[in-house]
Structures are given as C-alpha cells and as structure tokens.
T-cell receptor, first 109, second 113 residues
Framework: QQPVQSPQAVILREGEDAVINCSSSKALYSVHWYRQKHGEAPVFLMILLKGGEQKGHDKISASFNEKKQQSSLYLTASQLSYSGTYFCGTHYNTDKLIFGTGTRLQVFP | DGGITQSPKYLFRKEGQNVTLSCEQNLNHDAMYWYRQDPGQGLRLIYYSQIVNDFQKGDIAEGYSVSREKKESFPLTVTSAQKNPTAFYLC????????????FGPGTRLTVT
C-alpha cells in the first residue's frame, strides 16, 4: 500500500518555504526522502529511522511522527535548484522500499 | 568513481520483441533493484535481489525477468508478454538488506512501437 503525499504540486518563488507531507494507513518503520529532477534518476536526501527523529542539512529537513504514521519534509528559503519531484518511501517492516505518490515542486525566480 | 551504470540511455523496439536492459554497479552492494516509472507517476518495484543467484518479485513483475549471476550485474529482460512496456526503467542498489539508502542509475527510456 503506497504512502500518500500532499500536496500533489507546489509552486514557489525563490526564498519561500514549503512543507511536503507523507502519510500512511499502515505503520511506517522508516521514511526515506528522494528528489528527482525531470528525466533524471532520484537522488537520496535523508532517512528517518524512528519516531520523533528529525534530520536536516542545508535548508532541507524532515520529521517523523510515528504515532501519526506521517513524515514531513521542510524546505526553507527555497532555491531554484530545489525544483523537482519529491518522493517519500517506506519499508513497512519488509525488505522492499515502497515509494509514495510524489510531490512536484517548482521554484520560480 | 563508484556508481551504477545503465545502458543504453534510450532504446527503441518493435512490439513482440524481447529486450534486455543492462545494470552494472561497482559499489560492492549486495542488493539491487529494478523500478518502472511512467510519465508523471511514481516508482514501482519490478524485481529485487539481495544476494547473488537469488531474486524476488516486486509489485509489477509480470512480463519481466531478471538474473543475478554476478554481484555487480542485474540485467532486466522485458518480454513480449509485457503489455505496456514503454516506460522509464531505473536500476538501484543498496549495501544490503534492511533500511539503507538506495543509489540509482541514470535510467533507460524504452519505447516500444
């Protein structure tokens, strides 16, 4: 069962902030975040392994609320390079990574 | 430089022909994966392998076959039984079983007419 991401699409001006959510009806045992630019391969951003964990680098961070079965990705002071499609993924306590529905982010000057 | 290579980048085939997509990694990773991506859609798992000579079906394995004879290589064959083979195919690897980040190759865009 695929995690659901919201919103489906976001349009930003440079410098604005955005939040992307990843929700599941089943317990999440880990959350991965990837960014994919058009026509390219997904690039790993970060993994959150347990509830309550927060991670970040540069101006991109994420949190994992295990009880709510949800993770959020925070993009602060967005740059043009942040444009792309963001995917969350989870293992659901199996050895397969199941990707979410995706969120398309466009940043304009 | 370590990484994953996929070839070719673009591939064109006639309907009814089998086609094999190459995936090679020199990261010394145990696990390898094949995903399919349709335009504007997410990634769907076709097959994965955690060790040499062993592989498991993913969510959309019908019409596809794989082999894992070497740790570095995980080729995917798209057979004529796959009803809608035109798609972007991505190969990935990770250090092993469990919760590891996956490293993706550049992808192969297959068009079948």
């Amino acid at each position: 069962q695929q995690p659901v991401q919201s919103p489906q699409a976001v349009i930003l001006r440079e410098g604005e902030d955005a939040v992307i959510n990843c929700s599941s009806s089943k317990a999440l045992y880990s959350v991965h975040w990837y960014r994919q630019k058009h026509g390219e391969a997904p690039v790993f951003l970060m993994i959150l392994l347990k509830g309550g964990e927060q991670k970040g680098h540069d101006k991109i961070s994420a949190s994992f609320n295990e009880k709510k079965q949800q993770s959020s990705l925070y993009l602060t002071a967005s740059q043009l390079s942040y444009s792309g499609t963001y995917f969350c993924g989870t293992h659901y306590n199996t050895d397969k990574l199941i990707f979410g529905t995706g969120t398309r982010l466009q940043v304009f000057p | 430089d370590g990484g994953i290579t996929q070839s070719p980048k673009y591939l064109f085939r006639k309907e009814g022909q089998n086609v094999t997509l190459s995936c090679e990694q020199n990261l010394n990773h145990d696990a390898m994966y094949w995903y399919r991506q349709d335009p504007g859609q997410g990634l769907r798992l076709i097959y994965y392998s955690q060790i040499v000579n062993d592989f498991q079906k993913g969510d959309i394995a019908e019409g596809y076959s794989v082999s894992r004879e070497k740790k570095e290589s995980f080729p995917l064959t798209v057979t004529s039984a796959q009803k809608n083979p035109t798609a972007f195919y991505l190969c990935a690897s990770s250090p092993g079983q469990g919760v590891y980040e996956q490293y993706f190759g550049p992808g192969t865009r297959l068009t079948v007419t």
